[in-house]
């Protein structure tokens, strides 16, 4: 019963190729995130979903495509991936509004391109 | 604009002694600040959260946070360390007119036996 899911745990691939991370989460909620940790720990917001909606969209290369086919499941696919891509990359979920609108994370994605 | 500041990259402790992880936010709206713990090749979770209600907070794991408005200051406190402790502890601020979190740079603790 884990509450946000990640798929894959590891991801390593060449440079040029195409990959998808899968997320989903059982919390109810109606907002989801994709996160980017770079070697430093640093943590960047890339997108977020609002009920299927975008509404969070970073500078982030159109490379990176977010799809969110319903309200618990948030995936990315990045197309043609570059060493700089390389990254742990978490996914999260949150209501957007009210009392409780912590976020929650799943366990991450390490990406290793080479 | 919002920022936050965690003014230590690197705290060290003996096992049993106080913790002390400082951070300072800058925020334009009445935020909403959290404390986050990553353990090594682990997810973010969550250990307390201010949302306006009372200014010292207590979380998980006998941690407690404090807000002081007058400082920006919301630093998190543990009486006594374990080893379980050491860990990645991120200072996370979000204003009242934004979806978005913002992150300070982590701080990383390590316990000593």
């Known amino acids: 019963d884990t509450a946000v899911s990640q798929t894959p745990k590891y991801l390593v691939t060449q440079m040029g190729n195409d990959k998808s991370i899968k997320c989903e989460q059982n919390l109810g909620h109606d907002t989801m995130y994709w996160y980017k940790q770079d070697s430093k720990k640093f943590l960047k917001i890339m997108f977020s979903?609002?009920?299927?909606?975008?509404?969070i969209n970073e500078t982030v290369p159109n490379r990176f495509s977010p799809k969110s086919p319903d309200k618990a499941h948030l995936n990315l696919h990045i197309n043609s991936l570059e060493l700089g891509d390389s990254a742990v990359y978490f996914c999260?979920?949150?209501?957007?509004?009210?009392?409780?609108?912590?976020?929650?994370f799943g366990p991450g994605t390490r990406l290793t391109v080479t | 604009a919002q920022s936050v500041t965690q003014l230590d990259s690197h705290v060290s402790v003996s096992e049993g002694t106080p913790v002390l992880l400082r951070c300072n936010y800058s925020?334009?709206?009445?935020?909403?600040l959290f404390w986050y713990v990553q353990h090594p090749n682990k997810g973010l979770q969550l250990l307390l959260k201010y949302t306006s209600a009372a200014t010292l907070v207590k979380g998980i794991n006998g941690f407690e946070a404090e807000f002081k408005k007058s400082e920006t200051s919301f630093h998190l406190t543990k009486p006594s360390a374990h080893m379980s402790d050491a860990a990645e502890y991120f200072c996370v601020v979000r204003p009242s007119n934004d979806y978005k979190l913002s992150f300070g740079a982590g701080t990383t603790v390590t316990v000593r036996a």
């Open positions: 925020s334009s709206y009445s935020p909403s």
């Open positions: 999260a979920s949150s209501h957007l509004a009210g009392q409780t609108y912590e976020q929650y």
């Open positions: 979903y609002n009920n299927k909606e975008l509404i």
